[in-house]
């Protein structure tokens, strides 16, 4: 499956975005789904995942409350809404997919991975 994240961009504290990710070349409502970040020389971090059909989410306590994961199988994407967003979430948000099982909070567990989206949030 292809990945291609959007969204990303430069937004004031306590502002938002919504970030999204397009799928392409498998059943996208078989992979569960997830988004990380990535600051420059620090490891990849979980932020959110959302399962294949069932939809059950599962966040970050750094950023639970504040974001919403949500897919939508018809159109083969999964959306991450953050609001509230703190100078602490500047990343390059990633998201990936998962083949099988149930949600992981680690970069290995995924298979699919797209390019990355840079998220920067001013004080």
């Known amino acids: 499956v292809q990945l291609q994240a959007s969204g990303g961009g430069l937004v004031q504290a306590g502002g938002s975005l919504r970030l999204s990710c397009a799928a392409s070349g498998r059943t996208f409502s078989n992979y569960l789904m997830g988004w990380f970040r990535q600051v420059q020389g620090k490891e990849r971090e979980f932020v959110a995942a959302i399962r294949e059909s069932i939809g059950s989410t599962y966040y970050a306590d750094s950023v639970k409350g504040r974001f919403t994961i949500s897919r939508d199988n018809a159109k083969n994407t999964v959306d991450l809404q953050m609001n509230s967003l703190k100078p602490e979430d500047t990343a390059v948000y990633y998201c990936?997919?998962?083949?099988?099982?149930?949600?992981?909070?680690?970069?290995?567990?995924?298979?699919?991975w797209g390019q990355g989206t840079q998220v920067t949030v001013s004080s």
């Open positions: 990936a997919a998962r083949r099988s099982g149930g949600i992981v909070p680690l970069p290995s567990g995924y298979d699919y």
